[in-house]
Structures are given as structure tokens and as C-alpha cells.
């Protein structure tokens, strides 16, 4: 039986956990990457791919602005761009009332100079032209973006092997105990990892692996749904959202148009398929956005696996139960931009040498105090 000795175990290679063991390890940590399948593989890969700061709450916005200045540096920490480009991110107000709620969201984040645009109908219609015309206006933030999921986990998780962390794929944990002040996390197939320190980062198996060591969190699991169209004429650079919800888009460098809304279902093993609502109301919605995709065809359509929490933020902190137990999931959707920031986060709680921001409103006892 193998057993391996490190300082910090991180459970889940997806983005988060990728990125927080790269930044262990360039803090010259021993730390070992666990992924029960493939890096990036579950939600960091499945994602929309929308790098967005606006229309995060407040607290989340400490770490976007953190994790914008990440994404300017993919090259030279992960080796490769992960086709990331600001293109800017439109959030679309189809009634009064939502250009409104824009407009005080401007108000109450001004002091992150996000650089939000107001635009009322007319503007758009100008700079936007192949947006629908009954559009009421929209909130421009010219320096989001959007970048390619299927490449950045794995980019992470490898640039933390050759940095010198022991990536783990296909190493499914089945029992996790404590030993002595240590952790001792077993696999399926009988290799062992002890660790001074586990950082939870297991997405919407997190509350499982939570679970474990007796943590009870309200995490509940859905399934996004998303499609992706056939090559089309460019009609829009910029990532798309609306206000409330129920819709999202992008157009890439190849014409293809990624847009995604509502939900799918569970299938055995740990997988999942579109939800035919959902994909309906996609079929209304995107031509009433974009009338251009009313005749456009649909070449794939897919669903995540994702974690939400009630109140939308994850869970970052520490086990209140187990010392040394980190928790950072059920992101609700909203995790692949501030990832690397979560991760460089974790790096530092797990050193003891910084502290989150506004640590109440991700704590794991959020619920119980």
C-alpha cells in the first residue's frame, strides 16, 4: 500500500483547487492535487466561460478584483492565454424597472471602479446594433470578458505539477479520517495521502467530502444547461448577461455563439443531461435577445454539475469542527472568474499569512451562529 507524506492534501483539481496548489507550491509547499477523474473535467471545464466582475455582491468583488489582475497574467504563470480577452460584459435591461436596478448596482459598487456604462436604448441600439431593438438599455463593463474553460483548469493544474505538486487524477478518496493531529485520506484503490492541512475544494461534492468530518452545509446541486451554435457572421464582441437572470451569451473568435439558461437533471454516475425546458426557453429567449439566432443551428448542448448555496456565495474558511480543514465550494455559478483569486486566498489561509475579506459572509457556520 502507497502512502504519501505532504503538508497541504487539496481535494478537487478544478480551477480552485488548481489554482491553490500552484500557489502552495510556489510558496514552496509539498502539496497533493487529488481528482477522482480528469483535471477540470466537472464544472471549471462545463462552464459558460464568462469572466465577469459585474453583478457580483459586494463581498465577492474583493476577490474579483484580485482575480482580474490574475487573468491579465495567464501567460506567464500557466503558460498559455486560455484564450482570455477583455471583451467587455453587457448586462441587458429589458424592462424600466431592470435599467433602474443597473443603475443603483453602479451606484452602490462605484468604489471598485469597475468602469460601468450606462447605455439607455438609443446608445445601445448605435453600439449594439444586432441586439433586438425592444432592449431598454444595458450596463457595460468594458474590461470583463470571457475565456476558454476547457483549457484553464487543466493549465492550472498542470502548471502546479511542474512546479512540483503530485497531481492525483483518477484517484477517487473513499475514506478520509484524522491521525495524530494529520489527515489520512484513503483511495479507492488503496493508495493513502497523509497531510497536515486539506483544502476542501471538491465543487458540488463538497458537502460530501465536508460530510466526512461531520460538517453539515446546505449545498444544493444543479445543473446548468448550455448550447453552443453553428459558425455565424460576427454580430457581438461582448459577453452578455440580463439583469435577473435566465440568460447568457457570447460569441467566440470562431462565430460560434456559447449561451446557456436554466437547468438540466442528474443521470447515474455522476453525470448529467439538458433540461428539454430549459432548452425550450432558450429556444424563445436567445432570438428575442439576439434575433439573429432565431434561424442559427444548434450543434451541441451539454449540462454542468454545479453547487449553490441559499444566499449565492460559497463557502471559504475554515472547518469550525476539524483544525486544519479548509473549505472553498458551491460557488452558485459564479466561480471561474474569481477562482485564481480563491485559490492564491486558500494559499494564504493555509500559511497563516493572510485573511479573507468580508470572511463572515463565506464562513461555513454562516448558517448555525
Request: aromatic residues 8%.
Amino acid at each position: 500500500m502507497t502512502l504519501l507524506h505532504t503538508d497541504v492534501a487539496v481535494i478537487g483539481a478544478g480551477l480552485v483547487g488548481a489554482s491553490a496548489a500552484l500557489a502552495l507550491r510556489r510558496a514552496g509547499i509539498a502539496t497533493v492535487l487529488i481528482e477522482r477523474g480528469l483535471c477540470g473535467a466537472r464544472a471549471s471545464g462545463v462552464n459558460f466561460g464568462g469572466v465577469r466582475r459585474q453583478g457580483r455582491n459586494i463581498e465577492q468583488l474583493y476577490l474579483a478584483q484580485r482575480a482580474h489582475g490574475i487573468w491579465a497574467r495567464l501567460p506567464e504563470l500557466i503558460g498559455t492565454d486560455a484564450e482570455y480577452v477583455r471583451t467587455g460584459h453587457l448586462k441587458l435591461a429589458r424592462s424600466q424597472a431592470d435599467l433602474d436596478k443597473l443603475v443603483a448596482y453602479r451606484d452602490k459598487v462605484r468604489d471598485f471602479d469597475l468602469g460601468l456604462d450606462i447605455l439607455d436604448r438609443a446608445a445601445l441600439r448605435r453600439r449594439f446594433p444586432a441586439l433586438a431593438p425592444d432592449i431598454v438599455g444595458g450596463s457595460l463593463c468594458p474590461e470583463d470578458g470571457q475565456a476558454n474553460p476547457r483549457l484553464i483548469a487543466p493549465a492550472f493544474a498542470h502548471a502546479a505539477a511542474r512546479a512540483g505538486a503530485l497531481l492525483l487524477e483518477d484517484c477517487a478518496i473513499a475514506h478520509a479520517d484524522t491521525q495524530a493531529g494529520d489527515f489520512l485520506l484513503t483511495a479507492a484503490d488503496g493508495r493513502q495521502i497523509r497531510a497536515g492541512t486539506v483544502i476542501n475544494a471538491a465543487g458540488a461534492w463538497g458537502a460530501v467530502v465536508a460530510g466526512w468530518f461531520g460538517d453539515v452545509l446546505p449545498l444544493q446541486v444543479k445543473y446548468p444547461t448550455m448550447l453552443v451554435t453553428e459558425p455565424l457572421t460576427r454580430q457581438i464582441g461582448v459577453s452578455l448577461g440580463v439583469e435577473g437572470g435566465g440568460f447568457y451569451a457570447r460569441q467566440v473568435a470562431r462565430g460560434n455563439f456559447v449561451m446557456g439558461g436554466g437547468y438540466g437533471h442528474a443521470l447515474p454516475g455522476d453525470r448529467s443531461r439538458p433540461g428539454p425546458a430549459a432548452l425550450a426557453e432558450l429556444g424563445r429567449t436567445a432570438p428575442a435577445i439576439l434575433p439573429v439566432l432565431a434561424r442559427a443551428s444548434i450543434i451541441r448542448c451539454w449540462s454542468g454539475i454545479e453547487g449553490y448555496f441559499p444566499d449565492k456565495n460559497p463557502v471559504i474558511g475554515f472547518s469550525a469542527r476539524v483544525p486544519r480543514l479548509l473549505h472553498a465550494f458551491g460557488f452558485s455559478g459564479g466561480g471561474f472568474q474569481i477562482a485564481p483569486a480563491v485559490g492564491e486566498t486558500l494559499a494564504d489561509m493555509a500559511l497563516d499569512r493572510g485573511r479573507l475579506l468580508m470572511a463572515d459572509r463565506f464562513s461555513p457556520t454562516r448558517w448555525t451562529r
